[in-house]
């Protein structure tokens, strides 16, 4: 049982009106613009000579060890190439979709309708036990200024006084509240949510999160502009950076992960996480297949874990799953309003800007770390199984990732453990450069994009701790996957 706490009065707030969306325009007006087209190829060549030295070191570097190629030489050649790439397509590729229309259309034999110019979108939220923060979030939230925007917020069976709160906050804002009456999990949370959500776009935000006010406007104008985005995620930095040293490392890494990593696949349509902290869907996109959320099963066994990449291999993968998941939840609700299934695009939107909490002490980062990690396997078995079908760039980014994360802990290994016990120190060695060259390359990365900001620096510490530490938790992430549990927290 649940109990529904619905606002005394309409809301307090009165949104701003929106900015009016860019055009999404016909394909032919592309051979029109030569103006963009040439600051285009500029930018191109631009990007190119800046990663030239790095071109430079690493043909050097393979010519001078192809004769002698070995495993762990061939994994260093294949990250830094890696790395190369990933940073040409974002930095040359990627477009912000609330900034203007996109380089890169569907041809005209893609069919997807059209929003509404002014969509109605259904905010949404769940919690449990963040008496200390979950105001700050909803007020956040409250303060949004997209227009026609309605907020639920699920208070998973709280017990540290989350829900008197939300009581409060709810006559205040004109928020809506569910009080459930017993814990479900986070999945089961939202998917209850999900049932009041009949407007045309669903959001979604972590309760650890602070918004700005123009955020989820942002996210509403690329999917209004843009009718093949099935879903798009925000731009996520940490919120507690004076915490601790852990805190602003994590932060950079942020940055880098979501205007570098996100931007790539972005310019190919196929972001493969629509990060919780704003994750923004047409309702038509992602509906049919919440019930399918709400039970994933892996290994036998129910997956807790509120992944966020499995929330997005829905859109990515319904061309060629989606038929399946509606035939298996024919009986329930969100399966009776029967949507096509197409072959959505999943972007990023670089100027809708959120902050969240990051754990401040090694404890919790670790959990959280886990958590990713199990996540990260269990999409692999259902992403992994139709990226190749969604394009060569897609396809390269998708698996390259998930090879680099497979293989880190037998390189941690290899070059840790294995290399010093053999008196190979020479290996070692070459292994914190490589790690250490990486993080300099995207602590740049950082710094180019933040002029003056001296937090470059800390990205190199977080390539050393994730080689040193956090890659020996993946195989510890394969072998507890069955376990899981609701835990947040970065105190």
């Not at 999404?24 to 040439?38: I, Y």
């Not at 804002?173 to 999945?187: E, S, Y």
């Not at 006010?213 to 009718?227: I, K, Q, S, T, W």
Request: with cysteine; aromatic share 10%.
């Amino acid at each position: 049982m649940s109990t529904l706490h619905r606002p005394a009065a309409g809301p307090a707030q009165a949104p701003a009106p929106a900015s009016a969306p860019g055009s999404a325009g016909a394909p032919g007006r592309r051979g029109a613009r030569t103006g963009p087209a040439r600051s285009h190829g500029v930018r191109r060549l631009l990007v190119l000579l800046c990663l030239m030295p790095l071109l430079i070191l690493l043909a050097s570097q393979a010519a001078r060890l192809l004769p002698r190629m070995s495993l762990p030489v061939c994994y260093g050649l294949i990250v830094l190439a890696g790395t190369i790439v990933t940073l040409y397509i974002a930095y040359s590729r990627y477009e912000d979709p609330a900034e203007g229309e996109l380089r890169v259309r569907p041809g005209p034999g893609e069919d997807f309708p059209r929003l509404s110019p002014d969509p109605g979108v259904t905010f949404l939220l769940a919690v449990k036990d963040e008496v200390d923060g979950i105001e700050a979030c909803v007020r956040s939230m409250a303060a949004s200024d997209c227009p026609g925007v309605r907020i639920v917020v699920v208070d998973d069976h709280s017990q540290d006084g989350t829900g008197d709160v939300l009581r409060r906050l709810s006559q205040e804002l004109g928020i809506t509240v569910i009080h459930l009456d017993a814990n479900v999990g986070k999945k089961h949370a939202l998917v209850r949510a999900c049932e009041l959500a009949d407007t045309e776009i669903i959001a979604f935000t972590d309760s650890d999160c602070v918004l700005a006010p123009d955020a989820l406007r942002r996210c509403v104008r690329a999917l209004v502009a843009h009718p093949e985005l099935g879903a798009v995620s925000g731009h996520c930095r940490a919120l507690n950076t004076e915490s601790s040293l852990l805190a602003r490392v994590q932060d950079v890494w942020y940055e880098g992960q979501f205007r570098v990593a996100k931007a790539a696949e972005a310019s190919f349509g196929s972001v493969s996480c629509v990060s919780g902290p704003l994750a923004v869907f047409r309702r038509d996109a992602v509906y049919n297949y919440l019930p399918a959320w709400a039970d994933d099963r892996f290994m036998g066994a129910p997956f807790r874990f509120a992944t966020d990449r499995q929330l997005t291999g829905y859109v990515l993968g319904q061309a060629w799953r989606g038929a399946a998941l509606k035939r298996r939840y024919a009986g329930s609700p969100f399966v009776e309003e029967d949507f096509a299934e197409r072959r959505w695009r999943v972007g990023y939107v670089r100027s809708a800007k959120v902050w969240t909490d990051v754990p401040a002490r090694l404890r919790p980062l670790l959990r959280q770390q886990i958590r990713w990690k199990k996540s990260f396997i269990r999409n692999l078995f259902f992403t992994g199984s139709f990226m190749w079908r969604r394009g060569l760039g897609p396809a390269a980014l998708y698996y390259g990732h998930a090879l680099w994360v497979l293989a880190a802990p037998v390189m941690a290994f290899r070059h840790l453990l294995w290399a010093p016990v053999h008196g190979a120190l020479f290996l070692t060695l070459l292994y914190f450069c490589g790690v250490v060259l990486k993080g300099c390359v995207w602590g740049l990365a950082y710094k180019i994009d933040h002029p003056g900001d001296t937090r470059w620096r800390y990205r190199p510490l977080m390539s050393l701790f994730s080689s040193v530490l956090l890659a020996w938790l993946l195989p510890y992430s394969l072998l507890t996957v069955r376990r899981g549990v609701w835990s947040r927290g970065a105190a």
